[in-house]
């Protein structure tokens, strides 16, 4: 039976993704027109540094800070015979200080870090990602049957050799398309890939060349699961985009978009506000009475379990058991939802059974075999703990939604101005379906309040037009950085 719902909030300012497995959230995606992701966008970039140290080079791309590019990120010639012996080129070998390149950026700047980029350039659509810069035909892992496979390469084989040279990697929503289905696709990546090329010959250096979808067409695109109900969206000029996409590209999801029109907020009809206010909580509870505590550092994130108040089982040993147990399930879905990469360091209840530790680190990577987000979980380590990487390509739930605390100097988190402003916009629209009134206050930090007056006040303005009643503003020094009220008048 399928059970899975995409749930898709748009506003003229924000849009938010989730993907709900038999109504639990499973993953959220912010997208917010003041900072709109850069991963798989390509860039015409100029390198302004080569750091021979590092194998590596600063490449300008007009962005904030410079961006990261390493050596073996540096496409090679995919037609050259690989020697024997061969070894890592050289960085000041394959670029040089001023060089242009086109580039494409890999992950999402991050804290202090500006953004990771590559040469070797991905081209997604819906069953096939093109790779210009190299030679072969991969399959996605996910697709187990080797005769799906095997019929999945050789159709790919014999419709590129009409077409110029290039790489495809065989995503695993193309399990079961048609020969027809796989030949649009790749012809449309190739149309793609000229336009880009022409592009990018007539763009200066530091310029986009090539933006990826929008998030709510990305989602649709990205789609594999066979086991999506329905996909729901509050805004109709989203909901229109969305099936003249699904039409041409995701005709299977087509039937399942519906235009959501309730008054309530649909993140709230799903509680998925309150999932995210959650998710932003270092301790997660558990069912049993016991907790995990996720700490995110710079350097990698760490998770503590923790049997609390539960003592339910006849003796310590399966006390233990049990809660890891938990534990673990709750991990798997708390790194996808806070969106968690990079090394990972999860220290469960000490356990003396062996055979309790297999369990424990089977559930854990069973619940992870659903995430998008490639990991690898090795095994408990002599001091008992289990160490894992979670492929890292965007900022975590926390990073996009709260800043540093200035009151308690970065040891915690608080939201954004910006994020509360949000908030507040969406408060504004659940009272305006609501009740009745004549004039909205509005009341919150001086922070906030400027942010209102300035950035948002195109938001505030339309939301003047949709209630037809005015909004005021009133700083309160006193309250929080994430407070703040809307009082009817």
Known sequence: MKREEILINATSTEVRAALVDSGVLQEVQIERTSRVGLVSNIYKGKVSRVLPGMQAAFVELG????????????????HAEPAADEVEPDIRDVVREGQELLVQVLKEPLGTKGARLTTY?????????????????????????ETERERLRCIIEEIKAELPTAGYI??????????????ADLQFLHKLWQSIEETAARTSSGGLVYEDLPLPLRVLRDSSSPDIARVRVDSEATFAK??????HFVPRLGSLIELYTEPRPIFDVYGIDDEIDRAL???????????????????????????????????LEETIFRTNLE?????????????????????????????????????????????????????????GLVEMTRKRNRESLEHL????????????????????CHEIFREILRQHRQFDFQELLVLARPQVIERLLDEDSAGIAELEEVTGKPIRLQSEALYSPDQFDVVLM
Request: glycine share 6%; charged share 25%; net charge neutral.
């Open 401 to 420: 939604l709260c800043q540093a605390c200035p009151s308690c100097e970065g040891r915690g988190f608080v939201k954004t101005a910006e994020t509360v």
């Open 242 to 247: 969305l099936k003249e996409f699904a039409e």
């Open 63 to 78: 962005l904030e800070r410079t961006a990261f590019l390493h050596a073996s990120d540096i496409a090679r010639n995919p």
């Open 327 to 383: 534990a673990a399930a709750a991990i798997a879905r708390q790194l996808r939802l806070r969106n968690l990469g990079g090394i990972i360091i999860i220290d469960f209840i000490d356990m003396t059974e062996e055979e309790h530790r297999r369990q424990v680190l089977q559930t854990l990577t069973d619940r992870l075999a659903g995430d998008h987000a490639k990991s690898h979980v090795m095994n408990v380590s002599p001091l």
């Open 170 to 183: 065989i995503r695993t929503a193309a399990e079961g398309a048609s020969r027809e289905a796989l030949q």
């Open 121 to 145: 350039i991905a081209i997604p659509s819906r069953y096939l990602v093109l790779t210009p810069n190299s030679v072969g035909v991969g399959v996605s892992s996910r697709i187990d049957d």
């Open 281 to 315: 909580n270092r301790k997660v509870p558990l069912k049993s009475g016991g907790h995990v505590v996720f700490d995110q550092t710079e350097s990698m994130t760490t998770i503590d379990v923790n049997t609390g108040a539960y003592v339910g089982h006849r003796n």
